[in-house]
């Protein structure tokens, strides 16, 4: 895994925790990582990822709409 270094100002409250589970949000929302990827990079479980997931304001369906188009053509 590789390890990023970022600084922060010092009027920013926010733990390691919160920033790794920000940045796996926005990765798994972008579809760069899988759910099980993001939860790992978060340090959480798939089902507490899942959960927490609502808190950033990410859909667990991480599914674009064209492919539901296509389903639902194909259907």
């Known amino acids: 895994m590789q390890i990023l270094q970022i600084q922060l100002p010092d009027f920013i409250n926010i733990d390691t925790q919160e920033i790794q589970m920000l940045l796996a ?5 972008k579809g760069v990582l899988s759910v099980g990827q993001a939860a790992q990079m978060a340090g959480l479980s798939k089902r507490t990822f899942m959960e927490l997931l ?3 304001q990410v859909s667990v369906l991480n599914y674009p709409a064209e ?5 639902f053509g194909n259907a």
Request: glycine share 0%; hydrophobic share 25%; proline share 0%.
């Open 25 to 29: 949000s926005k990765l798994y929302e």
């Open 54 to 56: 609502e808190r950033y």
């Open 67 to 71: 492919d539901i188009m296509q389903d």
